[in-house]
């Protein structure tokens, strides 16, 4: 048994010391916070860029109910259309004002000419500014004050709670959580699978493995490898989701609070984004956690030990295609059916797939989160799937033991079925 | 009767293939002796070493060390140097060896006490930090060495040491197998460049076909093998040698030669019948012949030895 740790100790130290794994640990969050950060920013930095529109308006008033703010100042145009056209400067555009937009209903459109591109948030601003000049001057048309606009400016919302469920989410956040956690599941096995499966090609390639047979028997070499680059995927997992707790905290922290600065559709948009997040993250219960653990391991360790036996029975990484497919396809497949699923979580094919233990670490995260998994079905299908992988370690290792001292031809399906059979 | 460090009885292994790989092998090998596993590649002496090194099981037979089953956890008792070598590219020497020996099952600490005093010894401590990759094949054989032999194996085996080595390392690696066997270490060689271990080992095993075509003594095993066939140096005419009854020259020189005589000849008749010759013999033996020779002769299905 010490041996066994003695690899998974070479194994997990090798990859967690990697240049490679520590970039990927502390730019995933920096990517996934961009994604987040990326909208807030976009829509609280229009002031940056400066922009001087010059108004031909052809209505009677539109253009005295505009607003200035954010950077941009209305001016009335000076000249005619041509000449202020050509005579904008960088920073200044010209915006005409149909007659059309004197009707009290419809969408209008209206034209601007600009010197250079304007920004995506400018551009949003100066849309959001034409909406409300417009509004104004439709009030003061039908005579609407003020405050009885605000009376028809309703708010409602839905709280849904379904009936004796523990969780409380809104579909969506509920969605978003299951399809994130999938989506997880997913990459870290085909990319840890993947890492195992190289690294049992490379230990054939170097020939060491003759030697490290001689010292330890092949299962404990491949659980091993198997067991401590799972070992490095869980530190890097826990890595991003203490990084990603950090960078929302300061996230919410900072445009939480203090978004009362900062008005107009958008901000509202990206305050909901950063709110939902929060939701979800608040929806990570330890019972959660522990689920996906136990998916995320147990999905892994049984593709881990395929993905071991594929590298045992090829030569080179080049010739591992052929026989990576088998392994790959079941773990696409609940990929391309996930939208299906989030939908009908207690469909036929949800509930078959959150037991099948070759998609189950995929699927049952979803469902848990979409709908109230019964918890004999929990049961069932983490026992099938602890059934699963011990299965696929079975076979796997009986591969394993006969592919690592294979070197030349490389073997076809029927001799790897001959070599899981053989006694 | 010495005593016998490792036995196989009647091992069996068969691979996909309908003939077996090893076909009711027995061997005896003594404890200490430098023993030869010869034969052609593919002889079945990888599938044999496997078998001992509990890489794989055999199909049927036993393997007994010191007259006891030989379970998975003698190997620590064991080193290996494969045919096929290799270590981890991108590992350091040190962390290497060290990595190798605990997996033999000894402790940290006692790991890296026997790496550093072979580094030392073979005065290579400046390596210690680099990485594999880093070295030059020569290098790389010499830690390679360490590795199979650090944990003072009592049995070491050695599948074709020697290929691929440069004549120092080859040297250096023979200093240490003596070294190793005047300690006590049994040592086996698996090679099919019999002519390399022919002054090595004490005893043979040839096999060919997954079958023991024989074992025995160096000594024992050549002369077993030997015919009537005496070689001569002398000075004076060589034609003289002709008068012998039933003679027939087999290689002439001027000063040497090469003579069968046929099977039953009486020696002591022989000697009487040189005697006679008018040439003045300084040296007048029977010929051993050497193992190459002894294999073709058995592979080639010739009169079994006595």
Known sequence: MHKVWTIIEREYLTRV?????????????????????????????????????????QTEGIGEELKSGDGITFLPALYDEQIQKDSLKPGEALLII????ENLSGRNTAPLAANEKLSLGLKRSLTDRLKEGTRRFRMKRLGISREDFELLNVGAEIDETTVGAEEQLSAEVASMVGYVMSMLIY???????????????????????????????????????????????????????????????AVSL????????????????????????????????????????FYFLGGYLLYGSLFAAVGSAVDQETDAQQFTWPVVMPLIIPMLVLANIIQNPNGPLSVFMSHFPLFSSNVMMIRYTATDVPAWELAVSMLLLIG??????????????VGILMYGKKPSFAELFKWIFRS | MTENFLQLRNLTKRYSTAKPAVDGVSLSIPTGSIYGLLGPNGAGKTSLIRMITCITGPDSGEILIKGKSLTPEDVVRIGYMPEERGLYKKMKVFEQLVYLLRLKGLARKEAENKVKSWLDRLNIQDWAGKEIRELSKGMQQKVQFIATVAHEPELLILDEPFSGLDPINTQLIEDEIRALSA??????????????????????????QGKVLLEDSLQQARESFVKNIFSFRFYGDGEELRKIPGGKILEMTPTEALIEFPEGTDRRQLFREISKLDLEIIRFELHLPRLQEIFIQLVKGSPAHA
């Open chain 1, 388 to 401: 699963g992988f011990l299965g696929a370690t079975w076979v796997a290792a009986r591969v394993y033991r």
């Open chain 1, 17 to 57: 010391k990697s240049k490679a794994f520590i970039l990927s640990t502390l730019l995933m969050p920096v990517l996934l916070g961009a994604l987040v950060l990326i909208p807030i920013l976009s829509a609280t930095h229009v002031g940056e860029q400066k922009l001087t529109v010059y108004v031909l308006d």
């Open chain 2, 183 to 208: 300690k006590g270490t049994t040592i086996i060689f698996s090679t099919h460049r019999m002519e390399q271990v022919e002054e090595l080992c004490d005893k043979i095993a040839l096999i060919n």
């Open chain 1, 254 to 293: 900072i445009f939480g609070g203090g978004g009362a600065s900062v008005s107009g559709a958008d901000m509202a948009q990206a305050r909901d984004q950063v709110e939902m997040i929060q939701q979800a993250l608040q929806a990570f219960n330890l019972k959660m956690i522990l689920l996906f653990l």
């Open chain 1, 187 to 249: 990459f870290m096995l085909v990319f840890y699978g993947m890492f195992v499966m190289r690294g049992v090609i490379e230990e054939k390639a170097n020939r060491i493995v003759e030697v490290m047979a001689s010292s330890v028997k092949p299962f404990q070499l491949m659980m091993g490898k198997v067991i401590g680059i799972g070992a490095a995927g869980l530190t890097q997992f826990i890595a991003w989701i203490l990084l990603f707790l950090g960078i929302s905290t």
């Open chain 1, 98 to 101: 149909p007659k059309i937009f």
